[in-house]
């Protein structure tokens, strides 16, 4: 299959070009190919004719949305806009990669695909803004949700804490948020098993089992052999600018529904990243 893929620079685009291999025929594009200019990815979706779009293109600085709103819908809702206009144009179907802050986060039982959308900070609007036009413009579409995303490739909650540990040996993490840790990798492979489905739809794609950030942070170290203190702090205490969602269990319902198998747990991806794929990945940057 002929993909084009953008934000393959990304945590999640790194793993998607990684996964695929061979196995797909792969254009990738990263801001080389701006996502909010509508002319722009309209001539570049024509060009290259693809059977698939893969949209791993974000604004993902949660905090800094909150500051720069304009930036964040223009990438976040535009972008998607502008590929999913593109995609309709050439017939073409979109997997457009979401997030689960488009919830409030309000509730207490995992949320699934039929749970209705309710965003509080500018990013998850932005981000629902994106699956609105999505699901609105087109009809052949993978829009999959994801959550506490972790990869080789630019920053993350992991790789923070590895370096916090090592610097300070002592840090303080919310103990009152909970969510789905996914490792970029292991949600690029079931995008691929998704696609080869050509089951269209709504799907929530996080690995298995749920965790506070604080929780979180206490695995890491122990799969890392670390001794670092971690103390818990509220939410409030921490005082982040962007409000983010008490609890965004999700649960893959669609993928249960299509007859794909659920992703492993976050802490065996967890032990691969850690102890396999990071150290992997620093010594060929190191040796390169
Ligand atoms: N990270 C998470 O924890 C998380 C959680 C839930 C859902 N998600 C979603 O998962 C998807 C992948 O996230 P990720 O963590 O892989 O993101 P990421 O690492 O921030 O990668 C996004 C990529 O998109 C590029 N980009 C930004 N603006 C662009 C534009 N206007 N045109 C083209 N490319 C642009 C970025 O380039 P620069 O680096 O130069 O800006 C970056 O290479 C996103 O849809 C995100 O919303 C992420």
Not at 4 to 17: P, V
Not at 67 to 89: M, P, W, Y
Not at 121 to 136: D, I, Q
């Amino acid at each position: 299959m002929k993909i084009l893929l953008t934000g393959s620079e990304g945590q999640l685009g790194t793993d998607f070009r990684l996964v695929c291999g061979e196995k797909h025929e792969i254009t990738a594009h990263d801001i080389d190919l701006d996502i909010r200019d509508r002319r722009v990815v309209a001539d570049r979706v024509r060009e290259v004719s693809p059977d698939l779009v893969v949209n791993a293109a974000a604004y993902t600085n949660v905090d800094g949305a909150e500051s720069d709103e304009l930036e964040a819908f223009r990438v976040n809702a535009l972008g998607a806009q502008n590929l999913a206009l593109a995609c309709q144009s050439g017939d073409i179907p979109l997997l457009h990669v979401s997030t689960d802050f488009v919830f409030s986060g309000e509730g207490t039982v995992p949320l699934t695909e039929f749970d209705r959308p309710d965003p509080r900070g500018v990013y998850g609007r932005s981000k629902y803004a994106g699956e609105c036009y999505v699901t609105a413009l087109l009809e052949r579409y993978y829009l999959c949700r994801t959550s506490w995303l972790f990869g080789v490739a630019g920053g993350n909650f992991v790789k923070t804490m590895l370096r916090i540990g090592r610097e300070k040996g002592t840090v303080q993490v919310v103990c009152d948020q909970e969510g789905n840790p996914t490792y970029s990798r292991d949600l690029a492979a079931k995008l691929l098993e998704i696609i080869d489905s050509g089951a269209f739809g709504i799907y929530h794609v996080s690995n298995s089992g749920s965790a506070t950030w604080f929780e979180f942070a206490r695995e890491i170290f122990e799969i890392a052999g670390m001794d670092v203190e971690v103390s818990p702090v509220t939410a409030e205490e921490f005082g982040s600018p962007a409000p983010r969602p008490a609890y965004s269990v999700m649960r893959g319902l669609a993928l249960e529904l299509a007859g794909i198998p659920p992703m492993r747990h976050y802490r065996e991806a967890l032990a691969d990243f850690i102890l396999r794929d990071l150290p992997a990945w620093e010594q060929e940057a190191g040796s390169s």
